[in-house]
């Protein structure tokens, strides 16, 4: 079974602990309306890619991984092919590199489960927690995601809750804490990670003939940053913005 990839990036430093090769996989069911990697969407796109090749790349990688990095899988999102993935996890287990899955925990089955629990830390990303405005974001519905941190601290499995501050979106006073009333007391979390609103992937939308429908929505001020963290710090330990 092979596995669908967009692309790739070594020595990345944003997706998790230390060094780490990205993979970011093709197909996403959410159609979050800030996505950077919109070409990543349709899972149509992309290069079927044998997962022993894959394994290659990180092993020969992993002396640059340190004690902290490993592999990271990105995207789209990695727990649609699941099943692809769970052979070439067991491999990766195996030569000893420490597993990322950034993921929106909008999937749920046998194999995503299987899935987690080889993974050594999810970086679960919750859109918005107010289930309308996360639904105008993202196009779906946001209780799987909820569900997904549930799975995760009650099996005691490591994560890093990420959040992107979308101004007029996701930026609501409100909305950030009922999210630390809902997560705040999680011992599974172990970073809160804010990312800022950015507008880098919208050259692809040109490219790609679609309409980009935050237009008019600027990039974060330092302030509303500022103000966002220490919200977050209000009920989350360890807090950055990246």
């Excluded at 999937?107 to 639904?135: C, G, Y």
């Excluded at 007391?185 to 490219?207: C, F, T």
Aim: charged fraction near 20%; aromatic fraction near 10%.
């Amino acid at each position: 079974m092979t596995i669908n990839v967009h692309s790739y990036e070594s020595m990345g430093t944003f997706d998790g602990p230390g060094l780490r090769l990205v993979v970011f996989l093709q197909g996403c069911p959410f159609r979050c309306l800030y996505c950077a990697n919109p070409d990543t969407i349709d899972v149509k796109g992309g290069n079927p890619t044998p997962p022993q090749e894959i394994l290659q790349m990180a092993v020969s990688q992993k002396p640059f991984f340190g004690k902290r990095g490993g592999i990271t899988f990105s995207g789209g999102e990695p727990t649609l092919q699941a099943e692809a993935l769970l052979p070439l996890f067991k491999d990766l287990k195996a030569n000893g590199i420490h597993i990322c899955v950034d993921t929106n925990g909008g999937i749920w089955n046998e194999h995503v489960e299987s899935l987690f629990m080889q993974t050594d830390l999810a970086l679960l990303d919750v859109k918005q927690f107010n289930p309308a405005r996360h639904r105008q974001l993202t196009g779906r519905s946001n209780d799987q995601t909820l569900r997904t941190a549930a799975w995760m601290e009650n099996h005691e499995h490591p994560f890093w809750l990420r959040y992107v501050l979308v101004p007029g979106y996701s930026d609501f006073e409100e909305d950030i804490r009922a999210l630390g009333e809902h997560l705040g007391n999680y011992r599974s979390i172990q970073r809160v990670e804010i990312l800022p609103y950015h507008r880098l992937g919208v050259h692809k939308y040109e490219a790609m003939g679609w309409d980009y429908q935050l237009k008019e929505v600027k990039e974060n001020t330092p302030e509303q940053l500022e103000r966002a963290e220490k919200l977050f710090k209000e009920y989350f330990t360890n807090v950055v913005t990246n």
